[in-house]
């Protein structure tokens, strides 16, 4: 008698299994960038652009931890998880994308409150640093809440002439902007169709920088031969190597700009 293999329930029985052990691997990767050490620390908030979580905004969170920053790393999806058609609602829904920032502005008080005095920063790619400036605009609107320590926008996607002195007053160390000029499919010609994620069709902050100049803002400047292989210039600011060179100083810095490295 032939004996019959039962595949069918084999495999009925490991899905389960399977799928268990998939959760457990994404929660321990989870805890490796923001478990309760980490998070009694310090918090970075990171802000994808208009694709949500992506290979850039996951970069962006390596270099941070590569650069040896020991808060907590969590990436805030802040648009609608649609393909296609969704990158074109991301990047003009201006009170969905303002509303999204008042719930991260919620949460940032709440961990405020859960633990004072520890520091706070946001990093915002593309049409995420847009958002970061608007949750800080919000969180100036909530009875209680403290300035975090700054801002770090990516290649944003925000109007170049856009007012940043609210945004400057939740700050304590300021804003840094990241911008890149060779940026001009993105943040030159996408934008000048679809508008920027504050509704203007001018120049972008992340091409060229910030028309207006403040005390707190700071303006620098990524070119294609900063880094080692060729990256579209849109996602060049979030190469982890760059950013694990450069984080540190920034983050350690009681006051920005940090100083300059020694010989």
């Known amino acids: 008698m032939k004996t019959r293999t039962h595949v069918g329930g084999s495999w009925r029985m490991m899905v389960p299994a399977l799928v268990v052990l998939g959760l457990l691997a994404a929660g321990c990767d989870l805890m490796e960038f923001s478990g309760p050490e980490r998070s009694a620390r310090g918090l970075v908030v990171i802000l994808p652009g208009i694709e949500?979580?992506?290979l850039a905004n996951h970069n962006i969170?390596?270099?941070?931890y590569d650069a040896g920053v020991p808060y907590a790393l969590e990436i805030y999806s802040w648009?609608?998880?649609?393909p296609g058609i969704g990158l074109i609602v991301n990047?003009?829904?201006?009170?969905g994308n303002r509303r999204s920032a008042a719930r991260l502005a919620e949460r940032i008080v709440q961990y405020q409150r859960e633990y004072?005095?520890?520091?706070v920063y946001l990093v915002g790619h593309s049409g995420g640093g847009g958002v970061a400036v608007f949750t800080l605009e919000e969180m100036g609107r909530i009875p209680?809440?403290?300035p975090i320590e700054g801002v770090f926008l990516l290649s944003a996607s925000i109007s170049a002439d856009y007012p940043l002195g609210a945004a400057l007053r939740m700050t304590r160390r300021g804003?840094?902007?990241?911008?890149n000029p060779q940026d001009v499919g993105l943040l030159g010609a996408s934008t000048a169709i679809f508008g920027n994620v504050d509704g203007g069709h001018g120049d972008?902050?992340?091409r060229t920088g910030f028309m207006r100049r403040h005390p707190k803002l700071f303006e620098k400047m990524v070119t294609s031969d900063m880094v080692s292989m060729p990256t579209d210039p849109h996602y060049l600011a979030t190469n982890a190597d760059l950013i694990a060179k450069h984080a540190p100083g920034w983050v350690r810095s009681e006051k920005w700009p940090p100083p300059r490295p020694g010989p």
């Open 144 to 146: 209680g809440a403290k």
């Open 79 to 82: 648009g609608f998880p649609i």
């Open 175 to 179: 804003l840094v902007n990241v911008y």
């Open 204 to 206: 972008s902050a992340g």
């Open 61 to 64: 969170r390596k270099g941070i």
């Open 91 to 95: 990047q003009t829904d201006m009170e």
């Open 52 to 54: 949500g979580e992506s």
């Open 116 to 119: 004072p005095g520890k520091p």
